[in-house]
């Protein structure tokens, strides 16, 4: 069981903007900055957002990030077919034994 | 640009010893204030911090694994490794290595594609 809430599952059409929300405790989520990552099949995790809202140079800023308390979100507006993918929400744990969580994953299925 | 790549046996039997390496290119591991890091997804529960390891040799670890794992450094290879001891079936997984910056917590820029490990006799 993954220390992040994330929904197992979310959908939407071409053009519609879907959210994927990633949910926490303030030693992590509620402390630390929220990075998302998105991974397609057989391939290597890619960094989306760093530090709750922060693109890497080369993302799309249909790509956006967000977080309140211990709670994040990452919003995919102008969805497109090349977004179905599996995307992780994970933050730094500052906890008597730090570590970084991960989410349980979020499968983005695009109608 | 920088790529990481993972290499190790692909079945380890139970009780065993996991060792994998992760070779870097396009950028030297000394270089940069990076947490060279370890990760792996297992096939249902997601996925997993392992831990991470500095050019310097500076560790730390996933508390959960902590008691069974041991990561180093070679420079002159451009190299980590992980060691994952006493093995059983739940460490059957994809293990990633990746670069980590710890600017607000610890994320990870560049991935290895991962290896599968499977655990079983």
């Known amino acids: 069981q993954s220390v992040l809430t994330q929904p197992p599952s979310a959908s939407g059409t071409p053009g519609q903007r879907v959210t994927i929300s990633c949910s926490g405790r303030a030693s992590d989520v509620g402390s630390n900055g929220v990075d998302w990552y998105q991974q397609f099949p057989g391939t290597a995790p890619k960094l989306l957002i760093y530090?709750?809202?922060q693109r890497p140079s080369g993302v799309p800023d249909r790509f956006s990030g967000s977080k309140s308390g211990t709670s994040a979100s990452l919003a995919i507006s102008g969805l497109q077919s090349e977004d179905e993918a599996d995307y992780f929400c994970a933050a730094w744990d500052d906890s008597l034994n730090a570590h970084v969580v991960f989410g349980g994953g979020t499968k983005l299925t695009v109608l | 640009q920088v790529q990481l790549q993972e290499s190790g046996p692909g079945l380890v039997k139970p009780s065993q010893t996991l060792s994998l390496t992760c070779t870097v290119s396009?950028?030297?591991?000394?270089?940069?204030?990076?947490?060279w890091s370890w990760i792996r997804r297992h096939p249902v529960k997601g996925l997993e911090w392992i831990g991470y390891?500095?050019?310097?040799?500076?560790?730390h670890y996933n508390p959960s694994l902590k008691s069974r794992v041991t990561m180093s450094v070679d420079t002159s290879k451009n190299q980590i490794s992980l060691k994952l001891n006493t093995v059983t079936a739940a460490d059957t997984a994809v293990y990633h290595c990746?670069?980590?910056?710890?600017?607000?917590?610890?994320?990870?820029?560049?991935w290895g594609l991962g290896t599968m490990v499977t655990v079983s006799s």
């Open positions: 990746a670069r980590g910056i710890g600017i607000g917590g610890l994320y990870f820029d560049y």
């Open positions: 396009g950028g030297s591991i000394n270089s940069g204030n990076y947490y």
């Open positions: 390891i500095s050019y310097a040799g500076n560790t």
């Open positions: 530090n709750n809202n």
